[in-house]
């Protein structure tokens, strides 16, 4: 157990008082709530004399008391709205003990209560709460860090300081930052509606949610590191999925027209304020369709979010404001790099992208081929400069071996990227449905790994027998859920939109020094 603060360990004494008292600090009993403060807040009028009956319930945030009488702040998950708690009101008969012990010595700010009451304007015009009873709820035995305010000297300004903006204790303790960071909430609310308005769109095309295993004996249908696990009765290696592409069109093969699953995907690489360990896709595959099909469903499913989220198209990230208005830009990834830097790569052999690579100062390692070089070429000077959402199409066929060979280009494959905010937001191809191409691809991975590449795809005999009975042509997509919410809600960083990030063992971070208050 960590080491008492003098303020818990008071805490821990007035529990025990509480108890001497016969009050029951987490009582099991139901206490009935039938508003919420921002209901009150929004819908009472003194001339309608409603809300005459109300229960709340929720964490004590002030009190200021004045004798017999206080005025608190109670915060629910709607919001704050003041108390107005009379010492003769809670404590109609002789024994005054619920105010004058437990309601002014023996409650906490953070604690939670139970009040019931009707609802009142004060002089100033506050609404508030007039308290008729009122019950202890859970007792906090840390205390809420709370916003202070200094005078800065120098400039005579007041300066807003707060023990909880440090963004490692943040993610650390998110539990701690959704009672005193309530701007925070409502990030989680907006990806909440973003997934809910993807979900409409797919639903009202007549796609069917689905869900495959997170435990796969071998990773497929992605490039990237796994997480290895073992499983103990069937002494076997599983793998924690990486991505579920070759399951959803194993069910494309199974009969069904259009299947799609939000995924929990996991990557064991590094971490960033673009990455974390476990993310979120959505993937949506859809047979007789192809990758320019599948364009227009991006830009109408994405535009459709936007407008949920903000009622317009235009959303501001960082200094931009993006517009997620149908049509979007397109270029083909040879245009794109010929565009941001001038050269045209299309003809080149590995040798000259190397000579190439070089002379854009880009850095390489000797594991690299072709279509890794030009992957980081379009990173380093393409990538960054694509604020506005913008289709990237027609990748190299190496780069994408779950992809159908482009119709009018040999060499390249029909895929897209879908890149806003200078990054990557979705994945998408004509999905490889020739087994005989899946074999040769799958078997030129293979070479890429023993070339070094850690992240080089692995043989799926399965997979292949399922391509073997036949899947009809199929459009399919990776969307980032992760990464749409931080667009979609102005966030800097991944970590910002998952409730509880992936973060260090937790005796290193303590070994930072924290910047000091004052």
């Known amino acids: 157990m960590h080491h008492l603060s003098e303020q818990e360990i008071l805490r821990r004494q007035k529990l025990d008082e509480l108890k001497a008292l016969g009050i029951e600090p987490y009582p099991s009993e139901l206490f009935d709530v039938n508003f919420s403060a921002q209901e009150i807040h929004d819908n009472y009028h003194p001339e309608l004399n409603n809300f005459q009956e109300v229960a709340l319930a929720g964490r004590l945030m002030s009190v200021r008391v004045m004798g017999k009488a206080s005025f608190a702040e109670l915060m629910d998950s709607s919001g704050r709205i003041q108390l107005y708690v009379n010492r003769d009101e809670i404590c109609p008969g002789e024994d005054k003990t619920l105010y004058n012990t437990v309601f002014k010595k023996l409650l906490d700010l953070g604690d939670f209560i139970g009040v019931k009451g009707h609802v009142f304007k004060t002089q100033v015009g506050e609404t508030s709460i007039h308290v008729t009873e009122l019950k202890v709820l859970a007792k906090a035995l840390r205390p809420l860090p709370v916003v202070k305010e200094r005078v800065d000297e120098a400039t005579g ?47 009202d095309k007549g796609y069917l949610e689905v869900e495959t295993p997170i435990l796969q004996p071998l990773y497929g249908g992605a490039a990237a590191r796994p997480f290895k696990t073992h499983h103990n009765t069937l002494d076997m290696t599983l793998y924690l999925r990486i991505a579920n592409e070759l399951y959803l069109k194993r069910l494309i093969v199974g009969g069904f027209d259009g299947v799609y699953e939000f995924s929990k995907d996991f990557r064991n690489e590094g971490m960033s304020r673009f990455h974390n360990p476990e993310f979120t896709q959505m993937e949506l595959y859809v047979a007789y369709k192809d990758y320019a099909w599948m364009m227009d469903l991006v830009e109408e499913m994405v535009e459709r979010v936007a407008l949920a989220l903000h ?136 070479e890429l790994g023993k070339r070094g590449d850690t992240e080089a795809m692995v043989l799926d005999e399965d997979f292949l027998r399922a391509l073997e009975y036949g899947m009809p042509p199929t459009a399919g997509l990776g969307i980032g859920i992760d990464r749409l919410s931080m667009i979609m809600t102005n966030s800097h960083s991944i970590q910002d939109v998952l409730f509880f990030p992936q973060m260090r063992p937790e005796v290193v971070a303590q070994e930072k020094t924290e910047p000091s208050a004052s």
């Open 311 to 446: 009622g317009k198209t235009e959303v501001q990230v960082g200094e931009n404001v993006i517009n997620f208005q149908r049509p979007w830009q397109r270029y083909t990834m040879f245009e794109a790099i010929e565009k941001f830097t001038g050269v045209a790569i299309g003809e080149m052999d590995e040798a000259a992208l190397r000579e190439t690579a070089k002379t854009l100062k880009v850095g390489l390692d000797p594991s690299m081929g072709k279509s890794k070089i030009i992957d980081e070429i379009f990173g380093e000077h393409v990538e960054p400069k694509l604020i506005q959402p913008t289709f990237i199409t027609d990748y190299p066929v190496e780069m994408s071996p779950l992809a159908k060979k482009h119709r009018d280009h040999p060499g390249l494959v029909e895929r897209f990227e879908a890149i806003c905010n200078g990054k990557e937001i979705c994945n998408a191809f004509s999905e490889l449905n020739d087994p005989i191409d899946q074999r040769q691809r799958f078997e030129d991975q293979l």
């Open 157 to 203: 300004q007041k300066v807003v300081y707060d023990a909880f903006t440090d963004p490692e204790v943040r993610y650390r303790q998110r539990y701690v930052d959704l009672v005193v960071n309530p701007q925070v909430r409502d990030t989680f609310i907006k990806r909440t509606q973003l997934v809910q308005a993807m979900r409409n769109y797919l639903n």
